[in-house]
């Protein structure tokens, strides 16, 4: 599918959000007022009232009706089959938008004609000064494939003093909030079906950085992030997706020449984590025992891929969980990456 050439798309997928839909899209169409501006939600089967919801009470929003739940990736590459934009912006029906909050994404993609996606600055909902663990100031990878952000280290999330007010390449953009160019998302050939959900847009946009492309931040732009409004974070499901989407997408990205290796010591720091969580009353283990049966399954597909000569732009040289669970490092010195 190609776009058209003007035209923002703001995309909601919805599954079961009834609520969320009520709280948050008012503030939706109250900030997105803006000309060829389109505010459409595509709901993934939902058996709630959500559908109803918007019939009666948002009626100037254009509904997609899926048939089932297709999950996150599945879902949104169906949906934005159906509409045609130069920007899709990817919203989480539980996110709150503020004023001013589209027009500095848009820019940046205007000013970056390499850029694939851009990302807010993502805070909690529910602590305000603080921000939010999926995406907080821009998404970055460590060489063994570990996902954070400027202002999260695995359970420890700053609070916003502005030292993040600065706009910057990151290597992954948050599914929750950001803005694509829907040219280089239909090129790339969307989310992986496979992932269903957790992971996709790291994967997408590690594939986007392979091709060249950049992946930005701007703090012109915040949202306000409710978090595991679909899965909660002790779900013992989201606790196998993590897993086992992370080692199909390092199968997937790593260079030729470091991908056994990596992905044998990424396994065996899994198995470590999942002991870890024994030890701590937490009910890890089986989630990361399938995670990896699935994912010795699942690699098959992916064999024939090509590979990338060398790691993109924005990966960590070190290990983040060294840094932050032995020498109990909290917070990462971006330029030029160095723990602080």
Not at 130 to 142: I, P
Not at 258 to 277: E, N, P, T, W
Not at 279 to 284: A, E, F, R, Y
């Amino acid at each position: 599918m190609s776009a058209n050439n003007k035209g923002t798309a703001i995309v909601i997928l919805n599954w079961n959000g009834c609520h969320y839909l009520e709280r948050f899209l008012p503030s939706v169409e109250a900030y997105s007022q803006l000309p060829d501006v389109s505010v459409i939600v595509a709901d993934n089967g939902s058996t709630d009232d959500s559908v109803a919801c918007l019939r009666t009470r948002f009626p100037s929003v254009r509904i997609l009706l899926l048939d089932r739940n297709y999950g996150f990736a599945e879902g949104y590459n169906r949906a934005l089959r159906q509409v045609d934009a130069r920007y899709y912006v990817l919203l989480n029906s539980d996110v709150e938008v503020t004023a001013n909050w589209l027009p500095p994404l848009i820019a940046m993609m205007e000013k970056n004609e390499n850029a694939a996606a851009c990302m807010p600055k993502i805070k909690s909902e529910a602590r305000r000064d603080f921000f939010e663990y999926a995406g907080a100031a821009g998404g970055f990878m460590d060489k063994y494939g570990y996902a954070f952000c400027r202002g999260r280290l695995f359970d420890t999330v700053e609070r916003d003093c502005g030292q993040y007010d600065s706009e910057t390449e990151v290597f992954w953009a948050a599914g929750a909030c950001c803005i694509v160019r829907a040219s280089f998302f239909h090129e790339a050939g969307g989310f992986d079906d496979a992932f269903f959900a957790h992971m996709e847009e790291i994967d997408l946009c590690w594939r986007w950085k392979n091709a060249g492309y950049s992946i930005l931040y701007t703090p012109e732009s915040t949202v306000y992030h409710v978090g595991g409004g679909m899965l909660p974070k002790d779900s013992p499901f989201k606790t196998f997706l993590n897993y086992r989407n992370n080692l199909l997408m390092m199968y997937k990205n790593l260079p030729r020449q470091y991908r056994f290796r990596r992905l044998l010591l990424r396994r065996l720091m899994d198995y470590a984590a999942a002991i870890r969580g024994l030890l701590s009353g937490q009910p890890v283990l089986k989630p990361v025992l399938k995670a990896h049966r699935d994912f010795r399954k699942m690699k098959r597909a992916y064999r024939d891929l090509p590979r990338p000569k060398d790691f993109p732009s924005c990966v960590y040289p070190g290990s983040i969980a060294y840094q932050y669970f032995v020498k109990r490092k909290t917070v990462i010195s971006f330029e030029p990456f160095r723990p602080s």
